[in-house]
């Protein structure tokens, strides 16, 4: 556009060719086909040989290599200087946006719980217009937790196939015991609490960490990241640690009705997403030790993380006030 | 940058971060879906033809419906209007490119695998999806075929590029207008992308829940929809339609951009309302987040949700209406021409608008009970999508035609897809109207015999209509040969948006310094 003005403009900045994106499609496509492929075989020819967790596997290590190229990629080109305020800006824009898509993917999941515990519970109960439901499921009383579902009620599967029931989907036996609230005597014992103390925790040493980059103290914020990383690490191992517990001695599985249904989901989600910031973290914290990237005003990857981060602390503070205490 | 044009062959398109080069493969790869769809539903309708089953076994005719909505909506329409998106905002902002030119490229490539994948579902043992195309549990996790894996997969895999689509296309309208565009100057294609690009953002990783409860309860014992377990099959309703609804506006945003471009050009006078119209939009937007309910009328809701629900979707067709009235007010005492793109474009306004109205028809809760479930609502969602979605379509690629190629398309022709594809159109899916009310159930391969002449006119309008596309795909390919190079770079005289300040075809980069506007 020549003859046109440009003061206080800076010139786009058009990036060159990449294959950086047919790559990822052949990972991502990989990745998806063999994960449905393993789950099928599972599913519907168990024991059988087949090469579709070579798929899945080598799919998945495809798309974490091209990923790792794509983001060292964008790292060098602003390590050069090449990204102009306004593309810093954009990936700000993208990443706020990604998070507010995570947002939602968890709002499906607690919108799930909400319907089931407020409306199709008592439903099912025979509460409401509905009286249909107490000639389906006679003797079902809805409590929250649930440790008994419908089938549990009718006698379970053979009794719901001696009642008539012309579908029947599964097995649901209810949990022996539930993870919620166990009153204060028992406070001490209660995973959950610590681990919303060990969340809570690190999303202020991210924030110190954070401020210790823009005032130009790198030990500072070397320091009270990895006291971040570490948090998150720990946070991990006590919900595995709780997993343990609710499958072998709770026995909370993922069929044990819709209390363990909701159970599973959300915390298994929310704990990916855990591990997934842990890890974008560490590799913040190693960027930050081995090779000195960051500087006062310019620490795009750390922030984002960073964002990430208290986005999932922000879920777990949700999690658990409708998943554990009321 | 700025002066190296693209690279040769294959490469080229596997690896450009050009806005047009992407934006044309979204097109081409859209319409490609256009036709494989197209064809599903020849395949429907030759079995309807007549009542009886003829030509498909009932399986069969349910994974063509099925397919047919899915590749539909998910493979043609949304791409399509990703492409235009990618083509035009740039351009229409006065931005050199979109804001993130290599994740573009990866949405863009993640769609043709995916769909080849869902399409080879058909091959599968057990079939394809046979569920519909919403998919309602539990006949898409208990009574569904293997396939349906692979079809959950493939839904997660489309609903990523759509996600990183609508991402880079609200950084590049939020970052990337030129000096001066202000938001109340942007063209309105640009605004009702934006708010359409915050739709899907918000509501693909609703379904993506959604399918990932069905994969749970399908392969790992959950009971999200099994009230055996203390679920309920309605729940999966509630998930799908607050994507589902939201949905279909997605759809429509982009088409009410594309006639508020086509209608104010060739009325010859700014559009009427510009500031109304961006109201309107974004209350539509935010309206549709809270009518969900309004396709589940008949599962047995409170009466105070049917309340809700239908006073909510009676209120959406205010700010509609809205926008009919304004482009009518556009049109009023212009100076009207009826070049293809208009005509295209004034038919969506009309054919909408019954859309609309038959809409309005099923919004009212108690009538619903009898109209749900009906040839009536197949013929509502046809009015709104293809004659409001696709119509837009048609008036959008003979309207940008020339500037992207700098080639004039054959006016002649253009005019003949239109009045058949007019014709064609209606003929189908008017009738559909009256075998609904009367009380034909949609998504079956046999009925009553009371309702074999509407079908069999459906079918022949069915016919026409599918075969004027190939006078479509006839006309563009010959533009792109042999057609007659533009004389003036802005094509039409009535255009005001900055895309046509540049030349036609428009340079490989655009805008490489950013115009000023004023
Ligand atoms: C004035 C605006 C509109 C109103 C009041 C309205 C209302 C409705 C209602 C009440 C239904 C449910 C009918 C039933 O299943 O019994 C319905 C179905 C549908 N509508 Fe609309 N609608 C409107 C606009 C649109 C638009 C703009 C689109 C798409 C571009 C659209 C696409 C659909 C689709 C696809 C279905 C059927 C879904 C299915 O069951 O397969 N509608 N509409
Ligand atoms: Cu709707």
Same mark, same amino acid.
């Given at each position: 556009?020549?003859?046109?003005?440009?003061?206080?403009?800076?010139?786009?900045?058009?990036?060159?060719?990449?294959?950086?994106?047919?790559?990822?499609?052949?990972?991502?496509?990989?990745?998806?086909?063999?994960?449905?492929?393993?789950?099928?075989?599972?599913?519907?020819? $168990?024991?059988?040989?087949?090469?579709?967790?070579?798929?899945?596997?080598?799919?998945?290590?495809?798309?974490?290599?091209?990923?790792?190229?794509?983001?060292?990629?964008?790292?060098?080109?602003?390590?050069?200087? &090449?990204?102009?305020?306004?593309?810093?800006?954009?990936?700000?824009?993208? &990443?706020?946006?990604?998070?507010?898509?995570?947002?939602?993917?968890?709002?499906?999941?607690?919108?799930?719980?909400?319907?089931?515990?407020?409306?199709?519970? $008592?439903?099912?109960?025979?509460?409401?217009? @509905?009286?249909?439901?107490?000639?389906?499921? $006679?003797?079902?009383?809805?409590?929250?937790?649930? &440790?008994?579902?419908?089938?549990?009620?009718?006698? @379970?599967?053979?009794?719901?196939?001696?009642?008539?029931?012309?579908?029947?989907?599964?097995?649901?036996?209810?949990?022996?015991?539930?993870?919620?609230?166990?009153?204060?005597?028992?406070? @001490?014992?209660?995973?959950?609490?610590?681990?919303?103390?060990?969340?809570?925790?690190?999303?202020?040493?991210?924030?110190?960490?954070?401020?210790?980059?823009?005032?130009?103290?790198?030990?500072?914020?070397?320091?009270?990241?990895?006291?971040?990383?570490?948090?998150?690490?720990?946070?991990?191992?006590?919900?595995?640690?709780?997993?343990?517990?609710?499958?072998?001695?709770?026995?909370?599985?993922?069929?044990? @009705?819709?209390?363990?249904?909701?159970?599973? &989901?959300?915390?298994?989600?929310?704990?990916?997403?855990?591990?997934?910031?842990?890890?974008?973290?560490?590799?913040?914290?190693?960027?930050?030790?081995?090779?000195?990237?960051?500087?006062?005003?310019?620490?795009?990857?750390?922030?984002?993380?960073?964002?990430?981060?208290?986005?999932?602390?922000?879920?777990?503070?949700?999690?658990?006030?409708?998943?554990?205490?009321? | 940058?700025?002066?190296?044009?693209?690279?040769?062959?294959?490469?080229?398109?596997?690896?450009?971060?050009?806005?047009?080069?992407?934006?044309?493969?979204?097109?081409?790869?859209?319409?490609?879906?256009?036709?494989?769809?197209?064809?599903?539903?020849?395949?429907?309708?030759?079995?309807?033809?007549?009542?009886?089953?003829?030509?498909?076994?009932?399986?069969?005719?349910?994974?063509?419906?099925?397919?047919?909505?899915?590749?539909?909506?998910?493979?043609?329409?949304?791409?399509?209007? =990703?492409?235009?998106?990618?083509?035009?905002?740039?351009?229409?902002?006065?931005?050199?490119?979109?804001?993130?030119?290599?994740? +573009?490229?990866?949405?863009?490539?993640?769609?043709?695998?995916?769909?080849?994948?869902?399409?080879?579902?058909?091959?599968?043992?057990?079939?394809?999806?046979?569920?519909?195309?919403?998919?309602?549990?539990?006949?898409?996790?208990?009574?569904?075929?293997?396939?349906?894996?692979?079809?959950?997969?493939?839904?997660?895999? #489309?609903?990523?590029?759509?996600?990183?689509?609508?991402?880079?296309?609200?950084?590049?309208?939020?970052?990337?207008?030129?000096?001066?565009?202000?938001? !109340?100057? #942007?063209?309105?294609? =640009?605004?009702?992308?934006?708010?359409?690009?915050?739709?899907?953002?918000?509501? #693909?990783?609703?379904?993506?829940?959604?399918?990932?409860?069905?994969? %749970?309860?399908?392969?790992?014992?959950?009971?999200?929809?099994?009230?055996?377990?203390?679920?309920?099959?309605?729940?999966?309703?509630?998930?799908?339609?607050?994507?589902?609804? *939201?949905?279909?506006?997605?759809?429509?945003?982009?088409?009410?951009?594309?006639?508020?471009?086509?209608?104010?050009?060739?009325?010859?006078?700014?559009?009427?309302?510009?500031?109304?119209?961006?109201?309107?939009?974004?209350?539509?937007?935010?309206?549709?987040?809270?009518?969900?309910?309004?396709?589940?009328?008949?599962?047995?809701?409170?009466?105070?949700?049917?309340?809700?629900?239908?006073?909510? /979707?009676?209120?959406?067709?205010?700010?509609?209406?809205?926008?009919?009235? +304004?482009?009518? /007010?556009?049109?009023?005492?212009?100076?009207?021409?009826?070049?293809?793109? #208009?005509?295209?474009?004034?038919?969506?306004?009309?054919?909408?608008?019954?859309?609309?109205?038959?809409?309005? %028809?099923?919004?009212?809760?108690?009538?619903?009970?009898?109209?749900?479930?009906?040839?009536?609502? =197949?013929?509502?969602?046809?009015?709104?999508?293809?004659?409001?979605?696709?119509?837009?379509?048609?008036?959008?690629?003979?309207?940008?035609?020339?500037?992207?190629?700098?080639? %004039?398309?054959?006016?002649? !022709?253009?005019?003949?897809?239109?009045?058949?594809?007019?014709?064609?159109?209606?003929?189908?899916?008017?009738?559909?109207?009256?075998?609904?009310?009367?009380? %034909?159930?949609?998504?079956?391969?046999?009925?009553?015999? !009371?309702?074999?002449?509407?079908?069999?006119?459906?079918?022949?309008?069915?016919?026409?209509?599918?075969?004027?596309?190939?006078?479509?795909?006839?006309?563009?390919?010959?533009?792109?040969?042999?057609?007659? *190079?533009?004389?003036?770079?802005?094509?039409?005289?009535?255009?005001?948006?900055?895309?046509?300040?540049?030349?036609?075809?428009?340079?490989?980069?655009?805008?490489?310094?950013?115009?000023?506007?004023?």
């Amino acid at each position: 556009m020549a003859g046109q003005s440009n003061a206080g403009h800076e010139t786009y900045y058009v990036p060159e060719k990449s294959s950086l994106a047919i790559n990822a499609t052949i990972g991502l496509v990989a990745s998806v086909y063999g994960a449905a492929s393993v789950i099928n075989d599972a599913s519907y020819r $168990p024991g059988e040989e087949t090469n579709s967790s070579f798929i899945l596997f080598a799919g998945l290590a495809y798309f974490a290599a091209t990923l790792w190229v794509w983001f060292a990629t964008t790292i060098r080109e602003n390590r050069q200087g &090449m990204n102009s305020a306004q593309l810093k800006h954009s990936y700000v824009i993208g &990443m706020q946006w990604f998070i507010f898509s995570e947002v939602m993917f968890f709002a499906a999941f607690f919108g799930a719980l909400f319907y089931i515990r407020n409306l199709a519970g $008592p439903w099912l109960a025979g509460e409401g217009d @509905g009286a249909m439901n107490t000639l389906l499921w $006679p003797g079902f009383e809805y409590s929250w937790p649930l &440790m008994e579902t419908p089938q549990d009620a009718i006698g @379970g599967v053979s009794g719901q196939a001696a009642a008539g029931h012309l579908a029947n989907n599964g097995e649901f036996t209810g949990a022996e015991k539930h993870l919620s609230f166990p009153g204060f005597a028992n406070i @001490g014992h209660w995973l959950p609490l610590y681990n919303t103390i060990i969340l809570l925790t690190s999303s202020f040493t991210c924030h110190i960490a954070h401020m210790g980059i823009k005032e130009n103290n790198r030990k500072k914020f070397n320091l009270w990241l990895f006291i971040t990383v570490a948090l998150g690490a720990i946070f991990l191992y006590l919900q595995y640690m709780e997993y343990h517990e609710a499958l072998f001695e709770y026995g909370i599985k993922l069929n044990s @009705g819709v209390y363990g249904t909701t159970f599973f &989901m959300l915390t298994g989600f929310h704990g990916f997403h855990v591990a997934m910031g842990t890890v974008m973290l560490l590799i913040q914290w190693l960027r930050s030790t081995s090779k000195g990237h960051f500087t006062a005003d310019d620490q795009f990857g750390f922030e984002a993380s960073s964002w990430y981060w208290h986005f999932v602390d922000v879920v777990w503070v949700f999690l658990f006030l409708f998943v554990y205490i009321l | 940058m700025g002066a190296h044009g693209p690279a040769k062959g294959l490469t080229r398109w596997l690896t450009t971060t050009n806005h047009k080069d992407i934006g044309s493969m979204y097109l081409w790869f859209s319409f490609a879906m256009f036709l494989l769809g197209g064809s599903f539903a020849m395949i429907i309708r030759a079995e309807l033809f007549q009542p009886g089953l003829q030509i498909v076994e009932p399986e069969f005719f349910n994974q063509m419906t099925t397919m047919h909505g899915l590749v539909m909506v998910f493979g043609a329409i949304m791409p399509a209007f =990703v492409g235009l998106a990618n083509w035009m905002i740039p351009m229409m902002i006065g931005a050199p490119d979109m804001a993130l030119p290599r994740m +573009n490229n990866w949405s863009f490539w993640i769609l043709p695998p995916t769909f080849l994948l869902l399409a080879s579902t058909l091959f599968m043992e057990g079939g394809g999806p046979n569920f519909g195309w919403t998919f309602y549990a539990p006949l898409s996790t208990t009574y569904a075929p293997p396939s349906v894996t692979f079809f959950i997969f493939a839904v997660h895999a #489309m609903g990523i590029s759509s996600i990183m689509g609508s991402i880079n296309i609200i950084a590049t309208v939020v970052n990337m207008r030129a000096p001066g565009m202000t938001y !109340m100057k #942007m063209p309105m294609f =640009v605004w009702t992308w934006l708010i359409t690009a915050f739709l899907l953002v918000a509501v #693909m990783p609703v379904l993506a829940g959604a399918v990932t409860m069905m994969l %749970m309860d399908i392969h790992f014992g959950t009971s999200f929809f099994s009230a055996a377990g203390g679920g309920d099959p309605v729940l999966f309703q509630h998930v799908f339609w607050f994507f589902g609804h *939201p949905e279909v506006y997605i759809i429509i945003l982009p088409a009410f951009g594309v006639v508020s471009e086509v209608i104010p050009t060739f009325s010859r006078k700014p559009l009427f309302g510009y500031a109304s119209m961006v109201y309107a939009t974004a209350s539509i937007a935010f309206l549709s987040f809270i009518v969900w309910a309004h396709h589940m009328y008949t599962v047995g809701l409170p009466i105070a949700g049917e309340l809700f629900f239908m006073y909510a /979707t009676m209120l959406i067709a205010v700010p509609t209406a809205a926008k009919v009235f +304004n482009w009518i /007010t556009t049109m009023f005492k212009g100076s009207i021409t009826l070049e293809t793109p #208009m005509l295209f474009a004034i038919a969506k306004v009309f054919l909408f608008t019954v859309g609309g109205f038959s809409g309005l %028809m099923l919004a009212i809760a108690p009538a619903d009970f009898q109209y749900h479930d009906s040839y009536f609502v =197949v013929a509502h969602f046809h009015y709104t999508m293809v004659a409001g979605a696709i119509f837009a379509l048609s008036s959008a690629v003979y309207y940008w035609l020339p500037k992207w190629t700098g080639k %004039m398309y054959n006016e002649t !022709m253009g005019k003949v897809h239109f009045w058949v594809s007019f014709i064609g159109f209606n003929l189908t899916f008017f009738p559909q109207h009256f075998v609904g009310l009367a009380g %034909m159930p949609r998504r079956i391969p046999d009925y009553n015999l !009371m309702f074999a002449d509407f079908n069999m006119m459906s079918s022949i309008g069915a016919f026409i209509y599918g075969s004027s596309q190939l006078l479509f795909l006839f006309n563009i390919v010959r533009t792109i040969t042999h057609g007659k *190079p533009v004389n003036d770079d802005k094509v039409w005289d009535g255009a005001t948006t900055l895309e046509w300040t540049v030349p036609s075809p428009a340079p490989y980069h655009t805008f490489s310094t950013p115009p000023e506007v004023k």
